[in-house]
């Protein structure tokens, strides 16, 4: 009698991992489905700045989802603005909030929209590595740099214990986010600057002009010189270096910043693949963020940032 009481206690249990089995194939079996039924295009352009970290997200998010393609472009923030608010783009990276012009011709298109914020930046304020006379600027002296009809023609003309070398400026162009914003807090006023220094959207482009001058000075997004600290030393700014510490804290002022994606709230709620990549992208930005130099947001704030999209609805 024991023996068959024992026996009927193993049949059954073998029935029960069988069925379990069974059930979290068939989940497996789901979770492929889903992932192979995903497909289309999604369009992102904008800010250099944010690109980084939005190019990141789409490597990780095609590997699990390979029937769909992510384009990320670099036209600025300005650029990427221009596309989107007329609804050539699905998403756009942006390092500074939506201005009031751009927002009216999204109305006047039809395009409604949810800004995200992703991570946290600091506009780095570089020099070439070999610069060894710098080592800390304050706002004033970057404002008597970079204001209209500056004077600053050499580095002795900001500190004259510095070199009488002619200084090289390179900075973001009029598209950048990240020209605006710099302006905004360190001449007091968005887009007024001087105008004789390299200008460029691509801050890879400012990276290798800083690199290439021993006596350059430029700014741009944080990354972009974590990924260059070989080639280029930072400035702290009134003694506040740019750390992802002082950075995430908003110690490192008036420069620390929040950064953004803007997505059209159409494409949200009827392209699977939009809301699939929007999505994933807010999940996974605590892990994401950090190796792209930036500094990420806490869970909770990526959590906040995504029920701004619930909200919405989806079909």
């Known amino acids: 009698m024991k023996k068959i009481v024992s026996l009927l206690v193993v049949l059954i249990l073998s029935v029960s991992v069988f069925v379990g089995c069974e059930t979290e194939g068939e989940e497996k079996s789901n979770d492929t489905k889903k992932s192979e039924e995903l497909s289309g295009s999604i369009e992102i352009d904008g800010s250099s700045t944010v690109y980084p970290i939005t190019m990141a997200v789409a490597e990780e998010f095609q590997i699990g989802h390979e029937d769909t393609e992510v384009t990320v472009g670099v036209s600025g923030t300005g650029g990427g603005m221009k596309r989107f608010t007329i609804g050539e783009t699905n998403i756009s990276n942006a390092s500074r909030e939506i201005k009031e012009e751009e927002a009216e011709i999204a109305e006047e298109n039809g395009i409604e929209f949810t800004r995200l914020t992703v991570a946290l930046d600091g506009i780095s304020v570089v020099v070439n590595s070999n610069n060894d006379w710098a080592d800390d600027i304050t706002v004033e002296e970057l404002k008597k740099i970079w204001e209209p009809n500056s004077s600053v023609k050499k580095w002795s003309d900001i500190n004259s214990n510095w070199p009488e070398e002619e200084i090289k400026l390179y900075g973001p162009g009029t598209d950048s986010g990240t020209f605006d914003y710099f302006t905004e807090a360190i001449v007091g006023e968005s887009g007024a600057t001087r105008t004789d220094f390299t200008a460029s959207e691509d801050d890879n482009v400012l990276v290798q002009g800083v690199a290439g001058d021993e006596y350059a000075l430029g ?97």
Request: hydrophobic letters at 25%.
């Open 219 to 315: 700014y741009f997004g944080y990354a972009y010189y974590e990924e260059n600290k070989d080639k280029l030393k930072a400035l702290s700014i009134d003694g506040v270096e740019p750390t992802p510490e002082n950075i995430g804290s908003e110690k490192y002022t008036p420069l620390a910043r929040p950064i953004f994606i803007y997505v059209n709230n159409d494409h949200y709620k009827n392209k699977s693949q939009v809301k699939e990549f929007v999505d994933y992208y807010l999940n996974n930005g605590k892990s994401i963020v950090p190796s792209t130099g930036y500094v990420a947001l806490t869970e909770e704030r990526y959590e906040e940032e995504l029920n701004k999209l619930k909200e919405l609805g989806t079909k």
